[in-house]
């Protein structure tokens, strides 16, 4: 009975620091840029499609063709000019890694970023822009701030891509404020980030009483390194005028729930566009570790695994999203896109067929801009939005009720820039592991029609009422016409 009862005041004392809490706007005193809208050689309102990486081993102009024929309006990889040649050819954008600029991934010497000139870069129509850094420590935002500047100033229409951490944390990311606690902090934090709640439970019920009363001592004072991400992301736009945020994030594990952490990352980071005016950019898993592997990210080889992750990101106002890995990249070559041998794998199919679903309502989507996110029925400690919303969408904004018995229905809500319709996004939020259905039903405030993109499908329903099923990890892009 007093283990029970200590696990279950450790219950309640780790809830705390999870609920709603105050917005990443600001945070840390910090006051955000309002970010610089700028014109780009792509069309960055449209919903944009993108893969990760290129394997040059196979660098020829059927294997350019197979990227075009996935359904990708653009890539982010290494390039070389025959490569740029190949991908004009087939319309094919491209933001190089290393093509003009150095490459760096956490750590940062902005010598050559700062050093570029109009004279020496090396344009091409294929070109949208150059990788700037990948996943860099805060420490560095200053200097990134710089660097983003001189590039803009220096080039017209080109992006500098800085992709940011995703919330599982290690040391780097979190910097000094991190390297600050205790070995005991360090170790309960890493698994707070890193493992999902019922983890953390057995990591101190597990242990002895002395050190569950050790805990007890000291969670208190990990509270503010729960926010860190929050920090994180907020020191960015603070210091960096670019009008894009990106980052990437692997949800689908081989324990085949959903990660607890997938709805916080891409809540934050979407509050910090709404309020700033930037534009979301989420870079998805396709790809796995071996399927003999008993842990990490698995296989997301089918269009239910492909499609959930899309819809969930364009529910939370993604402006592009990016496949990962196309080919060549981290974990099982044969996971990815295209496999080590050139070869068109079930990933590739299965990416292609729902970028095809999702490209019918892509130059849609670009009229109308994301007003912000909320769930039926609260998942629970086992479910994704177990972390809280920073600001969930209030229900005088929301523009419909959705209602469901049990079932959780993720909802995406948008204003069209015209005032003449808005746009939702539903997805199926069911436990993987039961693939269950979703039955929901939504009223439309003031919708005279409802036009329905499912799986491909364009369906027109009279009046201002939605019924429908959704398969598990199923999404549907829905035009409410006033």
């Known amino acids: 009975m007093i283990i029970f009862q200590k696990i279950l005041a450790f219950l309640i004392s780790l809830v705390i620091p999870f609920l709603p809490s105050a917005s990443v706007i ?11 809208e700028r014109e780009y050689c792509f069309d960055d309102e449209k919903l944009l499609l993108g893969g990760y990486n290129f394997n040059f081993n196979y660098l020829n102009e059927t294997q350019v063709s197979y990227i075009k024929e996935a359904g990708l309006d653009f890539i982010v990889s290494g390039a070389n000019e025959t490569f740029l040649d190949y991908c004009a050819k087939y319309d094919i954008g491209v933001i190089a890694h290393g093509y003009n600029l150095a490459s760096y991934w956490m750590s940062y010497n902005p010598d050559n970023h700062l050093a570029l000139t109009k004279e020496k870069y090396k344009d091409h129509e294929a070109l949208w822009g150059d990788s700037l850094i990948d996943e860099p420590r805060s420490t560095h935002y200053s200097e990134i701030g710089a660097a983003v500047d001189h590039y803009y100033n220096t080039l017209e229409g080109k992006l500098p891509l800085v ?4 919330n599982y944390f290690n040391e780097d990311q979190a910097g000094k404020n991190y390297m600050q606690l205790t070995d005991f902090q360090k170790k309960l934090y890493i698994n707070s980030c890193r493992t999902d709640f019922r983890n953390m439970v057995n990591f101190i019920s597990a242990g002895s009483e002395e050190l569950y009363n050790q805990f007890a001592t000291v969670n208190a004072s990990l509270s503010p390194y729960y926010d860190l991400y929050k920090q994180y992301v907020s020191d960015y736009i603070s210091k960096v005028d670019t009008d894009i945020i990106s980052v990437d994030y692997y949800p689908l594990s081989v324990n085949d729930e959903t990660s607890a952490y997938w709805f916080s990352n891409l809540d934050i980071l979407a509050e910090a566009c709404r309020e700033t005016g930037r534009k979301l950019w989420v870079i998805t898993q396709a790809a796995g570790q071996s399927k003999d592997k008993a842990n990490d990210a698995r296989f997301c080889d089918t269009p239910e695994d492909i499609r959930y992750q899309m819809y969930v990101s364009i529910a939370f106002g993604a402006k592009a999203i990016i496949h990962a890995c196309y080919s060549s990249g981290w974990w099982d070559t044969d996971s990815h896109m295209i496999d080590a041998n050139g070869n068109r794998t079930d990933t590739y199919y299965a990416v292609q067929q729902v970028n095809k679903e999702v490209s019918s309502f892509a130059d849609i989507y670009a009229n109308y801009d994301y007003v912000g996110t909320f769930l039926t029925n609260p998942m629970g400690a086992e479910g994704a939005d177990y972390y809280g919303y920073l600001s969930p969408i209030s229900k005088e904004d929301r523009g419909c009720t959705v209602t469901s018995k049990e079932d959780h229905v993720l909802t995406g809500c948008f204003d069209s820039k015209d005032g003449n319709s ?18 929901f039903e939504a009223t439309f405030d003031d919708a005279k029609s409802i036009t329905v993109y499912k799986k491909g499908e364009v369906i027109n329903i009279e009046g201002n009422v939605l019924s429908m099923i959704l398969d598990n990890q199923e999404g549907i892009f829905v035009v409410a016409n006033k």
């Open 26 to 36: 600001g945070y840390g005193g910090y006051t955000p840029i309002q970010a610089t």
């Open 163 to 166: 992709n940011l951490f995703p």
């Open 422 to 439: 808005e746009a939702f996004t539903f997805v199926n939020m069911n436990n993987t592991k039961n693939k269950a259905k979703a039955i």
